[in-house]
T-cell receptor, first 113, second 111 residues
Framework: QKEVEQNSGPLSVPEGAIASLNCTYS??????FFWYRQYSGKSPELIMS????GDKEDGRFTAQLNKASQYVSLLIRDSQPSDSATYLC?????????????FGTGTQLKVEL | KAGVTQTPRYLIKTRGQQVTLSCSPI?????VSWYQQTPGQGLQFLFE???????NKGNFPGRFSGRQFSNSRSEMNVSTLELGDSALYLC??????????FGPGTRLTVL
């Protein structure tokens, strides 16, 4: 079982719709969760972090965390063509040596006009 | 604050050669992590340095090594390059391997 799992997509949504991206993780001890956006040929850019169960909103983005289900999601409201990118879910686990950030393989999002 | 910088941005090498990549973290950040990204494998963790000490290491062969200097700048070295080492190498900095900020990456092509 992979440590962090995401559907690879592509996920296609029409402009103005809500895009829902999902991620599951295997380590119950994980405490910190992140969503990154990566445009083709570019490096990942941090969108949001979430640490507690529930929702966290930032502009058009909402991150949702459910530690009991080991599930984290990202909602993008009013999707725009500029949101077309690969979205990476990342989870921090605490190892004996320190923190380790593990990424999912990413979900490709396509926002269509 | 200036962001994470990586040099060089692009590199072409031939099999058997070695390469050194450099990363300068955000000022005040003491943790530097390195990742390899390929289309087939996604983002793979190489290693993490904090205050000049390697704290974590991923599942890569010993040809991949790194170090961190007292000013938190980090280098990674790949010896005896193989075709499969062609990838985007990303460096990320953080205060303590928590929220990580990525540099632009070094695109390595091995011929």
């Amino acid at each position: 079982q992979k440590e962090v799992e995401q559907n690879s997509g592509p996920l296609s949504v029409p402009e103005g719709a809500i895009a829902s991206l999902n991620c599951t993780y295997s380590d119950r001890g994980s405490q910190s969760f992140f969503w990154y956006r990566q445009y083709s040929g570019k490096s990942p850019e941090l969108i949001m972090s979430i640490y507690s169960n529930g929702d966290k909103e930032d502009g058009r983005f909402t991150a949702q965390l459910n530690k009991a289900s080991q599930y984290v999601s990202l909602l993008i409201r009013d999707s725009q063509p500029s949101d077309s990118a690969t979205y990476l879910c990342a989870v921090i686990t605490f190892t004996g040596g320190g923190n380790k950030l593990t990424f999912g393989t990413g979900t490709q999002l396509k926002v269509e006009l | 604050k200036a962001g994470v910088t990586q040099t060089p941005r692009y590199l072409i090498k031939t099999r058997g050669q070695q390469v050194t990549l450099s990363c300068s973290p955000i000022s005040g950040h003491r943790s530097v992590s390195w990742y390899q990204q390929t289309p087939g494998q996604g983002l793979q963790f190489l290693f993490e340095y904090f205050s000049e000490t390697q704290r974590n290491k991923g599942n890569f062969p010993g040809r991949f090594s790194g170090r961190q200097f007292s000013n938190s700048r980090s280098e990674m070295n790949v010896s005896t390059l193989e075709l499969g080492d062609s990838a985007l190498y990303l460096c990320a900095s953080s205060t303590d391997a928590d929220t990580q900020y990525f540099g632009p990456g070094t695109r390595l092509t091995v011929l």
